[in-house]
């Protein structure tokens, strides 16, 4: 079975700051993998996903995710954060050629930027 | 934007109650979902339902744990006997069909299930 891990559990920082999450996944096979959101009070959104190609992945609101084969890593990045992203951030995966669509998500980072 | 949504946002009831938690997904989606968060802990999954059936379920989708699709929109989670540990955020997904895994899963805003 597979696992994630999502080291920060709380980030804080202030505005125009760089951003990195870090997301570690623990799984033998090829997986697809998520990033979500969910602001104070919203659902969870869809950030960015990785299935297959180029492992830099661009997603909405200026967000990139970059996977790692090697390190089973899909770190989270933004080059200047908003104050609007203040909200909790979730890794997720799915295992590929099992048939199963479950997500597997990690703990997750909450993120407060300061304005 | 079509979305999911859940009813009731927030549910309370007595331990050993029945509760059913009600969700309509995306119209033209053919998956659906429930996951739940535990309050501090992570989001996990219970159980996936396509073409009226089950198709997959975790360890925690025991025989307390039904779900439903009554009609051509609702997709319902029904716990018997509540305890106080099901106490949590229920989310409800939906994904389009098709056969990648990849799909994307959109979610619902949750109802927060609390058992006294």
């Known amino acids: 079975a597979q696992s994630v891990s999502q080291h920060n559990h709380h980030v804080i920082l202030s505005e125009a700051a760089s951003l990195e999450l870090g997301c570690n996944y623990s799984?033998?096979?090829?997986?697809?993998l998520f990033w979500y959101v969910q602001y104070p009070g919203q659902h969870l959104q869809l950030l960015l996903k990785?299935?297959?190609?180029?492992?830099l992945v661009k997603g909405i609101k200026g967000f990139e995710a970059e996977f790692i084969k090697s390190k089973f890593s899909f770190n989270l990045r933004k080059p200047s954060v908003q104050w609007s992203d203040t909200a909790e951030y979730f890794c997720?995966?799915?295992?590929?050629?099992?048939?199963?669509?479950?997500?597997?998500f990690g703990s997750g980072t909450r993120l407060q930027v300061q304005p | 934007e079509p979305e999911v949504t859940q009813t009731p946002s927030h549910q309370v009831t007595q331990m050993g109650q029945e509760v059913i938690l009600r969700c309509v997904p995306i119209?033209?989606?053919?998956?659906f979902y429930w996951y739940r968060q535990i309050l501090g802990q992570k989001v996990e999954f219970l159980v996936s339902?396509?073409?009226?059936?089950?198709?997959?379920k975790s360890e925690i989708f025991d025989d307390q744990f039904s779900v439903e699709r009554p009609d051509g929109s609702n997709f319902t989670l029904k716990i018997r006997s509540t305890k106080l540990e099901d106490s949590a955020m229920y989310f409800c997904?939906?994904?389009?069909?098709?056969?990648?895994?990849?799909?994307?899963?959109?979610f619902g805003p949750g109802t927060r299930l609390t058992v006294t």
């Open positions: 997904a939906s994904s389009e069909g098709g056969t990648s895994p990849s799909a994307e899963q959109y």
């Open positions: 799984y033998g096979g090829t997986v697809n």
């Open positions: 990785y299935f297959s190609g180029d492992p």
């Open positions: 997720a995966v799915n295992a590929v050629n099992t048939g199963r669509r479950a997500l597997t």
């Open positions: 119209s033209n989606h053919l998956y």
């Open positions: 339902f396509y073409n009226n059936e089950i198709s997959e």
